[in-house]
């Protein structure tokens, strides 16, 4: 017999809402028929999950919405007691010995189990310096969003060159 009372849930917290964070937390919708979970997730960037892998496409189109893996009725179609997300905030510190993750939006969320699903960030050479005028990393929709106006901002067409031996070579 299902579980209809949330209390009796265990909670499981997913640190990071990007694509393997998204894709564990559907399985698992989809699994838990008895409703023995509830599953909360933060992301710290301000979208719903995307698809990062075609995230080049976003230069022509411009559109967060046309990469999202679920659309944004997805979330709002789901039980409440069963998924709760937020997004814009970090996951800053996990305490283990009490089971709470906190974030920098000041909260602190009790889990019985933590996933963490927050990616990875781009290893750099030592000699590229972010912090100089034109230097950026290929990751996600606020690196092309800071690309983009670096490029805008110029009077004649910028000559681009790009450091990596990964999926964007
Ligand atoms: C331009 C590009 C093209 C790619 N092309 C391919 C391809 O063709 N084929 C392929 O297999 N792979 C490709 N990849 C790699 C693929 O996108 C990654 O392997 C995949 O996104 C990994 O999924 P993930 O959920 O582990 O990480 P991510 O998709 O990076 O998601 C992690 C999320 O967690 C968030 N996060 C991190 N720390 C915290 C925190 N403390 N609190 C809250 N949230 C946090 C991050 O902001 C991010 O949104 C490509 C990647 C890029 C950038």
């Known amino acids: 017999m299902g579980s209809d009372n949330s209390t009796d849930r265990k909670t499981i917290f997913v640190v990071g809402l990007g694509m393997v964070g998204i894709a564990f937390i559907e399985k698992l ?64 510190h996990i305490d283990t010995d009490n089971h709470v993750v906190l974030t920098d939006k000041g909260r602190q969320f ?16 030592a000699y590229a310096d972010l912090s100089l005028p034109g230097v950026f990393v290929y990751r996600n929709i606020s690196d092309i969003n800071s690309l983009i106006s670096y490029a805008n901002k110029g009077k004649k067409p910028l000559r681009a060159s790009k450091v990596s031996s990964g999926y964007t070579a």
């Open 110 to 125: 009790a889990y019985d189990h933590c996933v963490i699903a927050s990616g990875s960030n781009a290893s750099l050479p």
């Open 29 to 92: 919708l989809n699994l838990d028929e008895n409703k023995k979970y509830r599953i909360i997730t933060c992301g710290e960037e301000n979208h719903l999950a995307y698809n990062r892998v075609a995230l080049t496409d976003y230069f022509q189109h411009r559109s967060v919405e046309k990469l999202y893996l679920n659309p944004v009725e997805w979330y709002s179609q789901q039980d409440p007691e069963s998924f709760e997300f937020h997004i814009g905030e970090t996951c800053t």
